[in-house]
Every structure is written in structure tokens, then in C-alpha cells.
């Protein structure tokens, strides 16, 4: 397994920012296609928002619809991280986000072409 974890979610109004971190340890991230995903609240499913391919050097993350234009990943290779930057949030955008390497990316981000997961961090949008 490849074990990551999720931080800085929080609470935020509604058109406010926030950013995520997903780190690892013994693994070099970067070196890992890695995509971020979202639960919301009282739902079973996850959805995929992100998917950055591995040795990323053309930006060609694929994001969702749904966080398009609004959110961006950034990459911190000095301190191993990949940061998902999230700007004028929506209530909508509330729930636990996680980020998996164990998996691929192949065009829009798909829940079910990763697995393991961290424990996720959890973003309110709320007023």
C-alpha cells in the first residue's frame, strides 16, 4: 500500500478558499498518477474532482465539471505535496476530501480506477 493523508479542511463561507494538502511518507509523490475525491455529506458514493498524471510536467490535470475553474492543483515537490487549492466555494463543495495514489488516470478523475484511500479531511461551506 501506499498510505497518504489528507489535512486542511475546515469551516468557510461560501465564496471563500481553502487548501488541501495530501503528503506521504517513503514514497515519492510526484512519481504516482494521484487524484482527489470528495464525499458528500449523507452520500455512499465518491466523487472524482482530480486527476494528475504521474511526473506532471504540462499540467494536465483533468479536472470535474463540477470543481472546474475553481480549483487547481499545486504541486510542492520540496516537501513531497500536492496541494488541491480550492477558491470560490460553494456549499455544494461541503464533505470529506481524500486523495489516493493506487490508481490511474485516464481522462476525467474515476472513483473506481483508484483505491486506498487516507482518512480524508472534511470542508464545510457554509455562512
Known amino acids: 500500500q501506499l498510505p497518504v493523508a489528507e489535512s486542511g479542511g475546515g469551516l468557510v463561507q461560501p465564496g471563500g478558499s481553502l487548501r488541501l494538502s495530501c503528503e506521504s511518507s517513503?514514497?515519492?509523490?510526484?512519481?504516482?498518477?494521484m487524484g482527489w475525491f470528495r464525499q458528500a455529506p449523507g452520500k455512499e458514493e465518491r466523487e472524482g474532482i482530480s486527476?494528475?498524471?504521474?511526473?506532471?510536467?504540462?499540467?494536465?490535470?483533468v479536472y470535474s465539471d463540477s470543481v472546474k475553474g475553481r480549483f487547481t492543483i499545486i504541486r510542492d515537490v520540496v516537501k513531497n505535496t500536492i496541494h488541491l487549492q480550492m477558491n470560490s466555494l460553494k456549499p455544494e463543495d461541503s464533505g470529506t476530501y481524500y486523495c489516493?495514489?493506487?490508481?490511474?488516470?485516464?481522462?476525467?478523475?474515476?472513483?473506481?480506477?483508484?483505491?486506498?484511500w487516507g482518512r480524508g479531511t472534511q470542508v464545510t461551506v457554509a455562512s
Open positions: 517513503g514514497f515519492i509523490l510526484q512519481y504516482y498518477d
Open positions: 486527476c494528475t498524471p504521474r511526473d506532471d510536467v504540462d499540467d494536465e490535470t
Open positions: 489516493s495514489v493506487e490508481g490511474f488516470c485516464s481522462g476525467a478523475p474515476e472513483t473506481s480506477r483508484f483505491s486506498s
